[in-house]
């Protein structure tokens, strides 16, 4: 079956720093992956997609890698700050457009 | 700028009781969906609508029942409610090839 695994544990980082999250997927070959972010009590809110055939994905301080040989995205939050605390989900996508959710890190930048 | 707006926000309910959980979208989407939520899980697709008059099943849609009653809205009835089903309740909306528009939540117990 179908299985997508994010790091269960959360990510401390301190503000300034880099945080790398990691999804991983696994019985699935998605077109394309897209990550959200969710704050507590509020429904998750659309960061960035990338395809397939793209490795690399840049918007503003925020960079998406996909490694389809590897099934593995990466997220990245560059020089980060106490309002990027939120828990991050990514959602394989095929290309129907049905996407399954991993379970999220959570994210907690100190000042 | 409402986007995409879920009631109640919160409901508690005895075992066997049913409901509605309502949502409507302004965006003009032709696809609805509805997920739960629940502890150390992705969100897990309940029933989807990819156009007015149309209702699929998705991933764990047992117990629950689904009316797309015209292009803005799309409701989600338990028609005996059972514990298992304690859960926080998203509805989302798109278009084709976008990324989805979530609710922020109904938080359902059930006693």
């Known amino acids: 079956s179908q299985k997508i695994e994010q790091n269960s544990e959360a990510l401390n980082i301190q503000e300034g720093k880099t945080a790398t999250l990691t999804c991983n997927y696994t019985?699935?070959?998605?077109?394309?992956l897209q990550w959200y972010r969710q704050d507590p009590g509020r429904g998750p809110v659309f960061l960035l997609l990338?395809?397939?055939?793209?490795k690399e994905k840049r918007k503003e301080r925020l960079k998406v890698t996909f490694d389809t040989t590897l099934k593995q995205s990466l997220f990245h939050i560059t020089a980060s700050q106490p309002a990027d605390s939120a828990t991050y989900l990514c959602?394989?996508?095929?290309?129907?457009?049905?996407?399954?959710f991993g379970a999220g890190t959570q994210v907690v930048v100190t000042p | 700028n409402a986007g995409v707006t879920q009631t109640p926000k919160f409901q508690v309910l005895k075992t066997g009781q049913s409901m509605t959980l309502q949502c409507a979208q302004d965006m003009n989407h032709n696809s609805m969906y509805w997920y739960r939520q629940d502890p150390g899980m992705g969100l897990r697709l309940i029933y989807y609508s990819a156009s007015e008059g149309t209702t699929d099943k998705g991933e764990v849609p047992n117990g629950y029942n689904v009316s797309r009653l015209n292009k803005r809205e799309f409701s989600l009835r338990l028609e005996s409610a059972a514990p298992s089903q304690t859960s926080v309740y998203f509805c989302?909306?798109?278009?084709?090839?976008?990324?989805?528009?979530f609710g922020d939540g109904t938080r359902l117990s059930i006693l």
């Open positions: 959602a394989p996508t095929d290309s129907w457009g049905k996407l399954q």
């Open positions: 019985n699935y070959s998605p077109a394309y």
């Open positions: 989302a909306s798109r278009d084709p090839g976008q990324p989805q528009h």
């Open positions: 990338i395809r397939e055939n793209e």
